[in-house]
């Protein structure tokens, strides 16, 4: 028996070795580095963003920057909540519009007044702007943003763009690109809990996470069944902060409109439809209203949406909205 166990497992062995090897020579399921809570400190790179004890980072408040995309350089003004803001003085309105997201929601690569944020706000008729997105930012952290924000502000709406990227940012506690720390979660019996240190792996599994193209390629296969069925851990943790912004909707009385920003490649997400679907969720679906990528929508060299995409994902969200009247806004 003893020996019939000996077989069996160096069999197993040799068969992860095999594959390990199989993958390394085909030079698929390359490693991707995904960081725990204190690994690393924080080096912010320039003097535009700063730490954040809640959501990671946040925009300087009370600042002003140029980021040259595409050969035009676009100015970034930011108020003293650290959203951004345009060059005039803020538009007062009786109701207000709020926007939660990435990059793309904070409008990247356009103007103030360009941005499909603005341009919902003004489409729609005497809303104020409040735009709480930041470059960078993942699920979770649109999540505490928005918290953050719902716990002094009551908006008339609040709009959450979801881009693709934004599921991945949430299982890493470091962003390079920023050189910054942000909250990192666990989920236990179904509840969200934020990570300390001492939930880092031990040095074993931490060489395995980062070494090994087995593991990589688990961890792929994990995100496709997830992105795909809504299988796994990595749409199980995503999908409890679209719950989740979704209840601090409903605690606070707040309206919540998801918008889907396709990447590049303008790949339909089923398992976010699904979900938003049968959660009976608010939820504009730029892919279903338009199958095909827009011409022109993405800069050349750079991922981000092109002043006409925003255009039209403001003419396109707004139609959305006052079609369905009361049913998103109420009275």
């Given at each position: 028996m003893r020996r019939k166990f000996l077989l069996l497992l160096l069999t197993l062995v040799a068969g992860l070795l095999i594959g390990e090897f199989g993958l390394r020579v085909s030079g698929l399921a390359r490693p991707v580095m995904r960081a725990y809570v204190g690994e690393f400190e924080n080096r912010p790179l320039g003097q535009d963003f700063v730490a954040d004890p809640v959501t990671g980072w946040r925009p300087r408040a009370d600042h002003e920057f140029r980021w040259n995309l595409d050969g035009r350089e676009i100015p970034y003004r930011i108020d003293a909540?650290?959203?951004?803001?345009?060059?005039?003085?803020?538009?007062?309105?009786?109701?207000?519009?709020?926007?939660?997201?990435?990059?793309?929601?904070?409008?990247?690569?356009?103007?103030?007044?360009?941005?499909?944020?603005?341009?919902?706000?003004?489409?729609?008729?005497?809303?104020?702007?409040?735009?709480?997105?930041?470059?960078g930012y993942g699920l979770d952290q649109i999540w505490l943003s928005i918290r953050e924000a719902l716990r002094e502000e009551r908006p008339d709406l609040l709009l959450v763009g979801l881009y693709p990227n934004d599921f991945d940012r949430s299982l890493t506690a470091y962003r390079e690109l920023e050189r910054l720390n942000k909250p990192l979660f666990l989920l236990e019996g179904g509840a969200l809990r934020r990570q300390t240190p001492g939930d880092r792996p031990g040095a074993l599994a931490l060489w395995l996470e980062r070494s090994s193209r087995l593991v990589a390629g688990y961890r792929s296969a994990d995100r496709r069944l997830g992105w795909t069925f809504g299988l796994g851990h990595w749409w199980n943790l995503n999908r409890s902060f679209l719950e989740a912004i979704q209840e601090e909707g409903r605690r606070r009385g707040v309206p919540v409109v998801f918008v889907y920003l396709p990447s590049k490649r303008w790949e339909r997400f089923p398992a976010l439809e699904r979900e938003l679907q049968e959660s009976g969720a608010h939820f504009v679906n730029l892919i279903e209203l338009n199958p095909e990528r827009p011409e022109g929508a993405f800069f050349e060299d750079d991922p981000h949406m092109t002043a006409s995409a925003h255009a039209l994902i403001g003419e396109q969200v707004a139609d959305w909205i006052l079609e369905r009247g009361p049913d998103v806004l109420p009275e």
């Open positions: 909540r650290g959203r951004r803001i345009g060059s005039a003085e803020p538009a007062r309105g009786p109701r207000t519009l709020m926007v939660a997201g990435d990059s793309f929601s904070f409008g990247v690569g356009v103007l103030y007044e360009e941005s499909f944020a603005r341009r919902i706000a003004d489409r729609l008729g005497g809303f104020e702007l409040q735009n709480i997105s930041a470059p």
